[in-house]
Structures are given as structure tokens and as C-alpha cells.
């Protein structure tokens, strides 16, 4: 009796002493208790851990026309030493160059089999080339969500032309429609160029940007009220960063190895003042919800490599060799494809042209 009163008594100082926490979470990977200040998700990548990042296999590319094909393999996606690497390969190295013709798939002659995948057609000429670049996604969005809490990814960053790394989070279940009125948080993006300059401007690997999207529909986006930059001469390529996110019910807070780049803390009027969004003469789809909304909903993490795409990369940038599309091109994943002799040589096979990331946390706030 007396050692059951002592467990009891203890499991009561327990409860007493888990600190109330506004983070919620969500999914088979999610502790059954959260206290604050409690680490709540990790990984530190001695394996990958299938149960906690799921891949997405798509060609969509991302709602930015970007060139690569998101794949489950091992070959783009795997850990070494306890770091996870995320390397782009070339499609053609599989499936030659595979073009699309009015619709139907053209592979040349001496790459065409009955048996392949992709089927074969050589008629007329080809228009546009299937994404020629193989990279992943990991995304943790059947495993781990959460809203509010402290986000830590360190990360180094590649280098190689058109390169397009990212860390970020996205709604589970778009609670406020599609996107981007449900919200995306960008904890890191930055660009793979080593001298991209815009106005002489260094806006490749020495620069990083964290964003809020967020808007009643893609055509008023007020990203731009909630974007903020870092820059480092010696670039982020060189070496691993923190990044680094704070989100409560008051507010969202980037920062970069300790050091806050941008803050946002709404009023009672929420989003829609901070975006400056009333102009729109749209109906505010965060009405009635919290000054936090569309922020205040069940996140999932993501990392991927992107490359290229239609919008991220301007048109009005110098860089060595220059650019090989242009963002209003038709044709641009087969322009960029045919300029391979560009950027294939600023992808190096010594690993800094992968995303390296040594770990993920999540902290309860």
C-alpha cells in the first residue's frame, strides 16, 4: 500500500510539474504528453527513418515549374556519417533523354524499347523535355505535426547553379482553403549560384531568406510584408547553420544561428492587417478565427532540393555563363536541359552540391 501511495504521489508531482503548453500535436511520431519546453520531435539522421519522413514522388514540380522529378531513391535521398543528403541526379542517366512530343513521350531510337516504362513515339519534333532532374522530398505530414513550437534544422546549404534548397512547413489540412490562404512557413531557401548577383547584389549561396505566404488567393500574396533575408560573404555553402523558427499564439520568429532576422507579432486584426489585405475587396477567409489564423493550425515539416523553375530564379541576374531559359519560355525545362554545359559543371561530385542536413528538433514553446 504504502509503495503504491509513493507512485501514485510520484506520477502527481509529474503531472503538477509539466508545464502548460499552447503546442499541439498530431500523428504517430507525436509524444502522448507535451510539456513545455519539451523536445517533441527529432532526428538525427544515423538512418532514414521511414516511420518519421515519408517521400513525395512528383513531377508537379512544386507549383514553380521547376525541373525536377521527385523520386523515391536511394541514390538522392540517404544518410552517411549522420547527415542526410539530398543529391540531384540526372534522369537521362536512367532513361536518355526523354522527350515529350504534342503530348506523347519521344525517347531516341537506340534508348526505345516495347518494354520501357515510359512508352516511345518519334513523331514530329520534341517540345519540351520530361523534368530532367531527379532530386527528393521528405516530408513528415502522416507521421508528425504540430502548431506552435521551436524549429531547429541544421544545415549546410549546396552549391551548383540553379540549385534551390529548402526548409519549410506546410498545413496539413489547408483549414482555410487552398493555398495560400492556409498558409506556408519557409524557414530557409536560399539559391545554389556562387555569384548570382542582382544589381550587384550577391543573391546565390551568400544569401538566405525566411518568408510567411499567406493571402485569400495566389493573386494577393503578401508574402513580401513577411519576408526577410540574411546575407554571409563567405556563403552558407561553406559550413552547417542553424535555422531556426519560434511560433506562438503571439507571433512567428526566424532566426539564423541565434540571431533573429524577422519577427512578426499581428494585432487583434490578424494577417489580414499585416498583409495589408482589406485593398484586395476580397472576403477575409481568417474571419472570426484567431489573430494568428492562417498560422494557427497543424504544420508538417518538409526538406527538399529543388532546381530551377520559373520564378525563383530572375531573368535580370548575371551569372558565369549566364542563364540557360528564360522564365517566360514555353519551353523552359528543355531550354535549360539543352544548356547543361553551363551548370552541370558547377555540380561537384565531392557532396557540396548535396542539402546536408545533421539534424531536426521541435520543441514544445
Request: aromatic share 12%.
Amino acid at each position: 500500500m504504502r509503495i503504491e501511495i509513493f507512485v501514485v504521489s510520484l506520477l502527481v508531482i509529474y503531472v503538477n510539474s509539466c508545464g502548460q503548453t499552447a503546442t499541439k500535436v498530431g500523428g504517430p511520431q507525436a509524444p502522448k504528453q507535451v510539456c513545455a519546453g519539451q523536445l517533441i520531435f527529432e532526428d538525427n539522421f544515423d538512418s532514414l527513418n521511414l516511420n518519421k519522413w515519408q517521400h513525395e514522388v512528383t513531377l508537379g514540380g512544386g507549383g514553380n515549374w521547376e525541373f525536377q522529378y521527385y523520386q523515391k531513391d536511394p541514390k538522392n535521398s540517404y544518410t552517411q556519417n549522420g547527415i542526410l543528403h539530398i543529391k540531384p541526379t540526372l534522369l537521362s542517366d536512367e532513361k536518355g533523354e526523354v522527350f515529350l512530343t504534342s503530348g506523347k513521350i519521344d525517347i531516341p531510337k537506340d534508348q526505345c524499347t516495347n518494354s520501357d516504362n515510359w512508352g516511345c513515339s518519334r513523331q514530329g519534333t520534341p517540345e519540351n523535355v520530361l523534368n530532367p532532374i531527379k532530386s527528393a522530398r521528405l516530408h513528415t505530414v502522416n507521421s508528425f505535426t504540430f502548431t506552435y513550437g521551436k524549429v531547429e534544422v541544421r544545415a549546410k546549404i549546396p552549391a551548383g547553379d540553379w540549385l534551390w534548397p529548402a526548409i519549410w512547413m506546410m498545413p496539413k489540412d489547408f483549414k482555410y482553403s487552398s493555398w495560400p490562404a492556409s498558409g506556408e512557413i519557409d524557414i530557409m531557401e536560399s539559391r545554389g549560384n556562387r555569384d548570382l548577383k542582382e544589381n550587384g547584389r550577391n543573391i546565390g549561396t551568400q544569401l538566405m531568406g525566411s518568408t510567411l505566404h499567406f493571402g485569400p488567393n495566389p493573386a494577393n500574396n503578401a508574402f513580401m510584408h513577411t519576408h526577410w533575408e540574411k546575407s554571409l560573404p563567405q556563403g552558407f555553402d561553406r559550413d552547417f547553420h542553424n535555422y531556426q523558427v519560434n511560433w506562438n499564439p503571439n507571433g512567428i520568429t526566424f532566426s539564423v544561428d541565434n540571431q533573429v532576422i524577422g519577427e512578426v507579432k499581428p494585432t487583434n486584426e490578424g494577417f489580414w492587417k499585416v498583409g495589408d489585405l482589406a485593398k484586395s475587396n476580397l472576403p477575409n477567409p481568417w474571419k472570426g478565427s484567431s489573430k494568428m489564423a492562417p498560422f494557427d493550425q497543424q504544420f508538417y515539416l518538409i526538406l527538399n532540393l529543388a532546381v530551377g523553375g520559373t520564378n525563383f530564379f530572375p531573368d535580370n541576374a548575371s551569372n558565369p555563363g549566364g542563364k540557360a531559359w528564360s522564365n517566360t519560355s514555353p519551353h523552359s525545362a528543355t531550354d535549360f536541359w539543352r544548356g547543361k554545359n553551363q551548370w552541370l559543371p558547377t555540380w561537384k561530385n565531392d557532396g557540396s552540391s548535396h542539402l546536408q542536413v545533421d539534424y531536426v528538433k521541435v520543441w514544445a514553446i
